[in-house]
């Protein structure tokens, strides 16, 4: 089961049938999934059998993502035909010197027609079963023109041309799946990833190998340099740097320490480390980047949609020309019967459409992987095709744009003659006793030190209060220093500088005065001011949409090189300029979190969720998930998209293109049926080999 046209085949072949709910078909990996009834199973089974297919049961063994491991059936059937089709050729060649050499005697055409008789079986067996079924239901596919086609070459004297034929038609389709087989397979090469055993410590302490199937979740697990990680989890002990770019991108390996999350699939660079396994085997990121893939390859894109309409009407079409030139030939351009018989036949062999159907799902297949690999999760083949059309892309601050995660930018004391070093260590003692985020921040940007401080008060909404050599400081925001009338008008000038920046103040200070200021702000990512440039080069506007205040928002817009910014949006808000922003510019993407967002990731042209690796909200609520935080995935992703677009359109050009050719040539000039062959299986490779030229797209760093 190949193409869409062999779906088609099926569901004709089932319809109707009792206790038959659905069918699902995965053409990418040759799948078919059967919803039925018990007692309807081995009905479908049967009707597809009758029509020329063999179903054969998925294996039930899995890998340790829960993906079947029986990824190479494929390749071995080919390598299995190998000695058959060599033996084919070889008869063929012997038919050929025997019709070009041999004198015209009845014994040796009769060990000619005998030859190649032999050839054309050895090589066109399967060929002439689906044939011969798809003739008596009526079907005109691939297996039927070259039937007819082979058999009419024989029957009307070019017996050697017909074994050269099917010889050399069967080792391209040979080739061809193999081909094809590596785009199908692009994706697959994650599942080797994973290792199959991990090192698990069992209650006595010890520590034992097991499959990771069996391996529950909030197992310990253990990992030396340079193995792979085993599971997804949290790095419990140990101190490690982790190469995370089969999963995320990241060409840089990632430190990691106790609290940190670790991949199945990634490779650990430098240290042991032990980490607590949150996902089983069969739902790590990993897994779910795989699934995502195969499914987003069961969907068809819409060119490919269309290519499919054009072939159910292309080939029936060819084929009343085939009948009309060996019909009208002989009376109307004054060819014998023979002559116009023959150019039927060539025509049979040009017109199936294998080129054409073939030439978008290996494109679109190449595209979706060679996204994968930078670590831009696309969900279907339409997502892929539609992002070259995006004219703006609304970007969520937090998270997206910044870090996410609050720093300390700026200090100092505001009090004359007030030791920095004692303001600082007063800060650190009081911010470390608070969990708040800003808190956290300002105790992590200063020095630690090992000053005492007693009677800790939690000063909801505005700060925290203690005791230090006696003297009772607070470490608050502006509005308690408001409150405790302390402000000064060169102190607000201060503020509202640092306000207009986009950060958040906490200031310290005494019964009596304020001593020292603390500025806190989500920085943005390094990596955000080249990927706002790169959108822009494509053509493409950017613009922030956030919660935050505006002066907060225009600040980080500056500073990230985003002229439109627009703050205090509630998720409805951020919907409406969703819709306002489509109706200004055109196709709009939203690029957000894929929770707080999901109104305006719906309602985008495509939603897409950043630095999603390991969070399945995200994953299932966007249309394109960036498995790391970088905002420069998006234009690779668009820059992709237009790269897989002129694919597409490439192959298809060379596939009508050669077909029209060789038509001409069949009607008009002296094209054989070598020619038709080669014409046929030499289009179906070029658009193969064009369609995996996008998987030969490195990754940026």
């Known amino acids: 089961m190949d193409c869409a046209a062999e779906e088609a085949e099926i569901r004709r072949a089932v319809d109707g049938l009792s206790g038959l709910r659905g069918l699902r078909f995965n053409l990418g990996q040759r799948l078919l999934t059967i919803d039925a009834d018990d007692s309807a199973v081995e009905p479908a089974l049967?009707?597809?059998?009758?029509?020329?297919?063999?179903?054969?049961?998925?294996?039930?063994?899995?890998?340790?993502?829960?993906?079947?491991?029986?990824?190479?059936?494929?390749?071995?059937?080919?390598?299995?035909?190998?000695?058959?089709?060599?033996?084919?050729?070889?008869?063929?060649?012997?038919?050929?010197?025997?019709?070009?050499?041999?004198?015209?005697?009845?014994?040796?055409?009769?060990?000619?027609?005998?030859?190649?008789?032999?050839?054309?079986?050895?090589?066109?067996?399967?060929?002439?079963?689906?044939?011969?079924?798809?003739?008596?239901?009526?079907?005109?596919?691939?297996?039927?023109?070259?039937?007819?086609?082979?058999?009419?070459a024989f029957v009307i004297g070019q017996w050697p041309e017909a074994a050269m034929v099917m010889a050399l038609y069967a080792i391209a389709e040979a080739i061809e799946a193999r081909a094809v087989d590596r785009a199908r397979n692009a994706i697959k090469g994650l599942l080797a990833l994973a290792p199959e055993e991990a090192s698990v410590r069992q209650p006595d302490g010890s520590w034992a190998t097991q499959p990771v199937g069996v391996v529950a979740v909030g197992a310990l697990l253990r990992v030396k340099p340079g193995e792979r990680v085993p599971m997804d989890g949290i790095v419990r002990s140990g101190q490690t740097s982790i190469n995370q770019a089969p999963v995320t991108g990241e060409s840089i390996p990632v430190d990691k320490g106790a609290g940190d999350p670790v991949f199945a699939g990634t490779i650990n660079d430098s240290g042991t480390f032990e980490f607590e396994v949150t996902a089983a085997a069969s739902n790590s990121t990993l897994a779910r980047i795989i699934h995502a893939v195969e499914e987003a390859q069961a969907t068809r894109a819409p060119t490919q949609g269309f290519v499919d309409r054009f072939a159910a009407v292309y080939t029936p079409a060819v084929f009343v020309i085939a009948v009309a030139v060996a019909l009208l030939g002989p009376w109307l351009l004054g060819w014998t019967w023979l002559q116009a018989?023959?150019?039927?036949?060539?025509?049979?062999?040009?017109?199936?459409?294998?080129?054409?159907?073939?030439?978008?799902?290996?494109?679109?297949?190449?595209?979706?992987a060679a996204a994968a690999r930078r670590g831009i999760l696309i969900k279907g083949g339409i997502y892929l095709e539609e992002a070259r059309k995006l004219k703006a892309i609304a970007l969520d601050k937090t998270g997206t744009i910044t870090e996410g995660k609050p720093r300390l930018v700026d200090w100092s004391v505001v009090e004359a003659g007030t030791d920095p070093a004692v303001a600082e260590h007063i800060a650190v003692v009081l911010a470390s006793h608070s969990d708040h985020p800003v808190s956290k921040a300002i105790a992590a940007g200063l020095r630690p030190n090992s000053v005492e401080a007693r009677n800790f008060t939690a000063l909801t909404g505005r700060g925290v209060q203690a005791e230090v050599d006696g003297v009772t400081y607070v470490l608050g925001n502006h509005r308690l220093i408001e409150e405790r009338r302390q402000c000064s008008p060169a102190l607000e000038a201060q503020l509202k500088r640092h306000e207009e920046a986009g950060r958040t103040v906490t200031l310290l200070a005494t019964p009596e005065r304020v001593i020292a200021l603390f500025a806190v702000a989500d920085t943005i990512k390094p990596s955000s001011r080249e990927a706002v440039a790169s959108l822009r080069a494509l053509g493409i506007t950017p613009v922030m949409l956030t919660g935050d205040n505006q002066a907060t928002a225009s600040a980080v817009a500056h500073e990230a090189g985003i002229e439109q910014a627009r703050g205090n949006l509630l998720p409805e808000h951020k919907l409406e300029a969703i819709k306002a922003l489509q109706r200004e510019m055109g196709p709009t993407a939203m690029t957000g979190d894929g929770i707080n967002d999901a109104p305006a990731l719906a309602q985008a042209d495509i939603g897409v969720a950043m630095g999603a690796a390991g969070t399945d909200t995200a994953m299932e609520a966007a249309d394109v998930v960036v498995m790391n935080d970088d905002l420069r995935r998006i234009g690779e992703a668009v820059e992709l998209s237009r790269s897989t677009h002129a694919v597409l359109w490439q192959n298809i050009t060379l596939a009508l293109g050669i077909k029209a050719v060789f038509l001409i040539l069949a009607v008009f000039g002296s094209a054989t049926m070598w020619m038709a062959v080669f014409a046929d299986m030499g289009a179906s490779l070029l658009v193969v080999l064009n369609g995996l030229r996008l998987l030969g797209k490195a990754p940026k760093g």
């Not at 033996?87 to 005998?114: Q, S």
């Open 341 to 368: 018989v023959y150019k039927a036949l060539v025509l049979l062999v040009i017109a199936c459409p294998c080129a054409l159907v073939i030439s978008t799902p290996v494109t679109i297949v190449s595209g979706l």
């Open 46 to 152: 049967a009707a597809i059998r009758k029509v020329g297919f063999d179903p054969q049961p998925v294996a039930p063994a899995v890998k340790a993502d829960g993906h079947s491991s029986g990824d190479g059936h494929d390749h071995e059937v080919v390598r299995g035909q190998l000695p058959k089709l060599a033996a084919a050729l070889l008869l063929a060649i012997c038919a050929e010197v025997i019709g070009y050499f041999a004198p015209e005697t009845l014994v040796w055409r009769g060990a000619g027609l005998a030859v190649a008789a032999v050839a054309i079986w050895l090589a066109g067996f399967d060929v002439y079963k689906k044939g011969l079924t798809a003739l008596r239901h009526g079907r005109l596919n691939i297996n039927a023109l070259m039937t007819v086609a082979v058999t009419g």
